[in-house]
């Protein structure tokens, strides 16, 4: 991806991975909400990793893993593909203001406090 502090906000990061939703849909037909898959596989690979490492090794993302699947009662593949988005979003602010990972930043504000 290169340097991460030349994207404007994490979702331009997820677009140029392929990661960003789209819709096939035609006329008065509408169809369901995919990932586009339009971007750099190997980027979007280890965004995938990465997210799965982190709900396995780090409590942040695995109490928001957590909170999706039994709380809000997401599928499980869903909720990691969210956190994609969430690490690729962290990454971009972390790359721009070249601040070091705050761990309370990371939760939502009613799991913070």
């Known amino acids: 991806a290169g340097d991460l502090s030349g994207f404007v906000h994490g979702n331009a990061l997820l677009r140029h991975?392929?990661?960003n939703l789209a819709e096939a849909?035609?006329?008065k037909w509408t169809g369901q909400m995919k990932i586009s898959k339009r971007g750099r596989s190997r980027l979007r690979r280890f965004l995938f990793m990465s997210t799965m490492s982190l709900v396995m090794?780090?409590?942040e993302f695995r109490t928001i893993h957590a909170n999706n699947v039994h709380v809000k009662k997401m599928k499980k593949m869903r909720?990691?593909?969210k956190l994609c988005g969430k690490l690729a979003r962290i990454l971009v602010g972390m790359?721009?203001?070249?601040?070091a990972y705050i761990p309370h930043k990371?939760?939502?504000?009613?799991q913070a406090a």
């Open 106 to 110: 990371a939760l939502p504000l009613q």
């Open 57 to 59: 090794n780090n409590p």
């Open 79 to 81: 909720s990691i593909m």
């Open 25 to 27: 849909s035609s006329g």
């Open 17 to 19: 991975a392929g990661l």
């Open 95 to 99: 790359a721009r203001t070249g601040q």
